[in-house]
């Protein structure tokens, strides 16, 4: 199985634009998708395919995706993004769908 | 509104057995691809296991041969039954749905609100 490489933490200015990465060979083949988390709180669904965003996740979210890495973008990150923030994509092999998250990223804004 | 309420968490001996349910309201479990994703205490997501639209099912290697995710259609509801527990199972277990959008796209898209599994004696 392959295993997804991501930041344990980042910070941001209040405002500021931040990225958070992903590093995998799936993410080569496959897409990754962008999971928030707060505390005590279910993940949500933030990013998936090329750079898209469910119904009500706000536009300062974007993604986007260059050889092994994929990143999620906060453009103007507000306090309620401080969260954890997980990637996942599909194993290498492709037959087990949604098999491999990364180790998450916590953001923090300041 | 679409939905997934998990239930069947506890404390469970090891070497014991629970099995855990996910409802859906919403949209029918059976022409989806849903899964279960575990988070230990203070750790992150792990994916456990899916169950295709077609039956086929899938699990991670830490949980092969003692987990079996299965669904009833009447019900909508999906099943995790957890055999041979061990402390390293203890973890927050989600049911979540998992859409495949084509194109090498895919992405869990509605979550439960989870049910903790606590595994020791």
């Known amino acids: 199985s392959s295993e997804l490489t991501q930041d344990p933490a980042v910070s941001v200015a209040l405002g500021q634009t931040v990225r958070i990465t992903c590093q995998g060979d799936?993410?080569?083949?496959?897409?990754a998708s962008w999971y928030q988390q707060k505390p005590g709180q279910a993940p949500v669904l933030v990013i998936y395919?090329?750079?898209n965003r469910p119904s009500g996740i706000p536009d300062r979210f974007s993604g986007s995706s260059s050889g092994n890495t994929a990143s999620l973008t906060i453009t103007g990150a507000q306090a309620e993004d401080e969260a954890d923030y997980y990637c996942?994509?599909?194993?290498?092999?492709?037959?087990?769908?949604?098999?491999?998250f990364g180790g998450g990223t916590k953001l923090t804004v300041l | 509104e679409v939905q997934l309420v998990e239930s069947g968490g506890g404390l469970v001996q090891p070497g014991g057995s629970l099995r855990l349910s996910c409802a859906a309201s919403?949209?029918?479990?059976?022409?989806?691809?849903m899964s279960w994703v575990r988070q230990a205490p203070g750790k992150g997501l792990e994916w456990v296991s899916v169950?295709?639209?077609?039956?086929?099912?899938y699990y991670a290697d830490s949980v092969k041969g003692r987990f079996t995710i299965s669904r009833h259609n009447s019900k909508n509801t999906l099943y995790l039954q957890m055999n041979s527990l061990r402390a390293e199972d203890t973890a927050v277990y989600y049911c979540?749905?998992?859409?495949?959008?084509?194109?090498?796209?895919?992405?869990?898209?509605?979550w439960g609100q989870g049910t903790m599994v606590t595994v020791s004696s």
């Open positions: 979540a749905r998992f859409a495949d959008y084509g194109n090498t796209a895919d992405a869990f898209d509605i």
């Open positions: 919403g949209f029918t479990v059976s022409s989806n691809y």
């Open positions: 169950i295709y639209s077609g039956g086929s099912t």
């Open positions: 799936s993410l080569r083949s496959y897409y």
């Open positions: 395919g090329k750079n």
């Open positions: 996942n994509s599909r194993d290498s092999s492709g037959n087990h769908l949604g098999g491999v």
